[in-house]
């Protein structure tokens, strides 16, 4: 009997290996070697890893903004040639347009891209207000970037990436520049926002990439956790804890546990990106890395 479709994973990568030749040396680096994961429909994410092991690199190839120097990405069965609006992006930097207000930032997609496609004006508008809402941000549509906070910026990369109607979320330190307690706050948002208290099959999948070991295990169905030169794959955690979560469930032990188990995985690799030796430094986990 054929598989139904709905069986084929949202993303799957095979052997995926990327290298980047520097022009004028034409020294190669091997930024991500034989990356194999598959991703399920409506799962959320986190990758984690020393800085330099390849987790921009995995999501840009994810995203199609660059092709694997060899092995396979494909999502819903089908190879990713280049980017498309299935997959939205988002960075730690905003990348807002400062000359547009935030109803225009949230809504450039669908006025000047194809995700606008078949709705009439008014369905554009109506859809742009939604998700300013959704995202906390009503009252604030005429103000410009540099009128909003950080995390009001975010608030409306979110919405923005949201509003072009994206099956896959791919984001790259999207809270990194945010300070702790707007952080804490939109780490429920995003968790609302991508469907913690709807079915599976409601849910969007998300990628997201953070160097906050605890972030990390707050969202996270299962966590990717990477280690450098070259980069690779070095564990895979389930992270068991009951949905829909709270602020409630840092308090469980389970959830120190994992960020421990983490944190141990990563702990050498760290100290030694920074220079450091993990022999003379506290045994205790570090949240931040
Ligand atoms: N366009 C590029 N050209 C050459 N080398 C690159 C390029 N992009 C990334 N690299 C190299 O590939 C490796 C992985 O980089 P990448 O940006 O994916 O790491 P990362 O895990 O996202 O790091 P960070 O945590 O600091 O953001 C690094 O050695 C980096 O210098
Ligand atoms: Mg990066």
Redesign the pocket.
């Known amino acids: 009997m054929n598989q139904p479709a709905m069986s084929a994973k949202k993303l799957r990568l095979a052997g995926v290996t990327k290298s980047?030749v520097?022009p004028r040396t034409g020294q190669t680096?091997l930024?991500v070697d034989d990356v194999t994961l598959d991703i399920e429909a409506g799962e959320f994410i986190c990758i984690v890893?020393p800085?330099?092991?390849?987790?921009?690199?995995v999501l840009n190839l994810i995203a199609g903004l660059d092709r694997p120097s060899s092995g396979s990405i494909e999502k819903d069965g089908a190879p990713i040639t280049g980017p498309g609006a299935d997959r939205g992006v988002m960075f730690q930097d905003y990348a807002l347009m400062p000359w547009q207000t935030a109803y225009d930032n949230v809504g450039f997609g669908l006025r000047h891209g194809t995700p606008g496609r078949g709705f009439t004006a008014q369905q554009r508008e109506e859809r742009i207000r939604h998700f300013i809402d959704l995202v906390g941000l009503k009252g604030a549509e005429k103000k410009y970037p540099h009128q909003l906070s950080g995390g009001m910026r975010q608030r409306v990369a979110l919405a923005r990436l949201l509003a072009n109607g994206p099956d896959v979320l791919l984001m790259d330190e999207p809270l990194g520049a945010l300070d702790a307690q707007t952080r804490l706050i939109l780490q429920i948002e995003l968790l609302r926002i991508w469907g913690q208290t709807a079915p599976r099959s409601e849910r969007k999948t998300a990628i997201f990439i953070t160097?906050d070991i605890e972030e990390a295990v707050f969202l996270a169905d299962r966590v990717v956790v990477m280690s450098s030169h070259p980069?690779r794959v070095r564990a895979v955690l389930d992270i068991d804890l009951p949905r829909p979560r709270s602020e409630s469930v840092r308090a469980d032990p389970r959830f120190g546990h994992l960020a421990e188990e983490i944190w141990e995985l990563i702990r050498d690799e760290a100290y030694r990106a920074i220079g450091g030796s993990a022999d003379t430094a506290s045994p205790l986990p570090a949240p931040v890395i």
């Open positions: 980047f520097a680096t930024a890893g800085s330099g092991c390849g987790k921009s690199t160097h980069g």
